[in-house]
């Protein structure tokens, strides 16, 4: 099979949770239900499935495309935590209502 359609499918699923948990980390505006150490863990899953497609594979195919969009959808997960994080402190110190 050149094409690895069950690892395109496994990948695609993954990213279609992304927008999902993007959208409530912009919108709560906290870090409640969150783990930075899930998310850091998940970051480097798909870091090292990109790194293997891009310097261990012979032939790079499409999903290295889906890699790299879970990886960035993420990353910006991340962000948004580190955002809520400091939104979490000036709640806590009665700086925000």
């Not at 910006?76 to 709640?91: A, Q």
């Amino acid at each position: 099979m050149d094409f690895p359609i069950f690892e395109a499918a496994m990948m695609l699923c993954f990213g279609l949770a992304w927008p999902a948990s993007l959208l409530k980390s912009w919108r709560s505006r906290t870090n409640k239900g969150k783990s930075l150490s899930f998310l850091i863990i998940v970051a480097v899953g798909y870091a090292s499935g990109l790194t293997h497609k891009l310097c261990w594979q012979q032939k790079v195919d499409g999903v290295v495309w889906l890699y790299i969009a879970n990886a960035t959808m993420v990353a910006l997960d991340i962000c948004f935590y580190i955002r809520n994080h400091f939104i979490d402190l000036k709640r806590d110190k009665g700086d925000l209502s």
